[in-house]
């Protein structure tokens, strides 16, 4: 019996996280934790942890050896997603008891309610442990099978190949068996029979309590049918493709490293045609004719000559320096604005503010004294599209104010 506080341990572990990273890699690696191994991991992190970690029953003393208590092996499985695959015989364990249990429901259907009770909650603790272990064996086998593909540690090529026949033989086969909805004995095809008679009994059972347990349990089949189901499309479309194409590799490179390696092999058998040749020249042996005829196609054709239509415009151009000549004829002016406009449309009818804009820009020569009337009165400049409102200025040369 654990006598310290839960809060306490998961301290512990925090404090200590690293340390028991290596113990969980070491028994991961060896299936122990020996003892000399876990003597010179506490001396690496110079802790003297050693009671603490059987006291909390984090490690367990196998012999003279140790290893990760159950439930704290299987919580840093699930934080570093790091699953070693179960065999084909451990899952089908949790299939058995999946068949005992719905057998033993509908058998005692009408029996003790208790017991009832309590089966239906075994029947669903054996479902999500058979869940888990698809889910986490699919990971598990991928991520070996992605390793084995990029051989990142350099095994030797047939230890490579053995290992991938070794995994579909001993879990990928067997486990695809598993969750074949077409197989009549496969787990799949029971939990559908389960979650059929779930869905009556949800319904049409007399005690309330026990169509709870069932509409629970109809709900959780639902949902480790979709879970399944996505398994089995890992499976079909990504772990067995990929496995299947490291065979296929093995058997291609182990037929070139015998035709290399038999001095006479080429003698006696003919080599297998993997590039096929469909000509034997880069070009067309007609590419002159072919060339000549398609330019000799435009030789007699006559010239054509586009004219593009062009409008001409009367774009009025500012012309500074005589606006500024004539304003200095002028000078003194009571009202800058309304010459601004008059001389525009002097010289061109069409009046925009574009160009008034332009010409009233005189006003920041230097040459000129501007200042607002002392009338006060606002002048009005318009368009056939808008209208100015602008107070009046008076414009003088710089000299005349001067004197």
């Given amino acids: 019996m654990i006598k310290s506080e839960p809060k ?15 113990l969980f890699d070491i028994q991961v690696k060896n299936d122990i934790i020996t003892k000399e191994s876990l003597i010179i991991c ?34 840093f499985e699930f934080i570093h997603q790091k699953f070693k695959p179960l065999l084909p015989e451990e899952i ?40 888990n272990a698809v889910v986490n064996n699919t990971k598990s086998l991928l991520t070996e099978s992605k390793e084995l593909k990029a051989n990142n540690k350099k095994i030797d090529y047939q230890e490579k190949i053995h290992k991938a026949r070794y995994l579909i033989e001993n879990y990928i086969s067997p486990l695809n068996t598993i969750l074949d909805v077409n197989h009549s004995q496969s787990i799949y095809n029971e939990l559908l029979n389960v979650s059929q008679f779930t869905n009556v009994k949800r319904f049409d059972y007399a005690d309330e309590s026990i169509r709870r347990e069932f509409e629970k ?17 890992t499976l079909t479309n990504e772990l067995l493709p990929l496995i299947e194409r490291i065979k296929t590799e093995s058997q291609y ?26 000509r034997d020249n880069i070009y067309n042996k007609f590419v002159y004719e072919n060339t000549k005829e398609y330019f000799d196609q435009f030789q007699y054709e006559e010239d054509i000559i586009v004219i593009e239509d062009s409008e001409q415009t009367n774009d009025w151009l500012f012309d500074k320096s005589k606006y500024k000549e004539t304003l200095n004829q002028k000078l003194p002016i009571d009202d800058f604005f309304k010459w601004c406009e008059n001389s525009i449309k002097e010289e061109n009818e069409d009046f925009s503010f574009d160009n008034f804009f ?4 005189l006003l920041f020569e ?12 606002n002048i009005s400049v318009s368009n056939e599209n808008s209208e100015l409102i602008m107070p009046k200025l008076t414009i003088k040369k710089q000299e005349d104010v001067s004197r």
């Avoid at 001396?43 to 984090?58: A, H, M, P, S, V």
């Avoid at 057998?103 to 442990?129: C, F, V």
């Avoid at 004294?369 to 009165?377: A, L």
């Fill in 358 to 361: 332009m010409v009233t820009s």
């Fill in 92 to 131: 089908e364990h949790f299939g058995q008891a999946i068949r005992t249990l719905f057998l033993k429901i509908k058998e005692g259907i009408n029996d003790d309610k208790n017991i009832l009770l309590e089966r239906i909650e075994a029947l669903s603790n054996q479902i999500k442990k058979f869940t």
């Fill in 253 to 278: 490179l182990s037929g070139f490293h015998y035709y290399l390696t038999n001095g006479n092999c080429y003698k006696e058998i003919e080599p297998p045609r993997i590039f096929v040749s469909t």
């Fill in 217 to 233: 349990l109809y709900h959780l089949l639902r949902q480790v049918a979709k879970d399944l189901n996505l398994q089995s499309v």
């Fill in 42 to 75: 506490l001396e690496n992190y110079d802790k003297n942890i050693r009671e603490q970690l059987t006291e909390y029953q984090i490690l367990v003393e196998q012999n003279d050896d140790f290893a990760f208590n159950e439930p704290y092996f299987v919580l």
């Fill in 366 to 377: 230097e040459d000129y004294k501007v200042s607002v009337s002392k009338d006060g009165k």
């Fill in 8 to 22: 306490s341990i998961l301290q512990f572990m925090a404090n200590h996280y690293d340390l028991l990273r290596d």
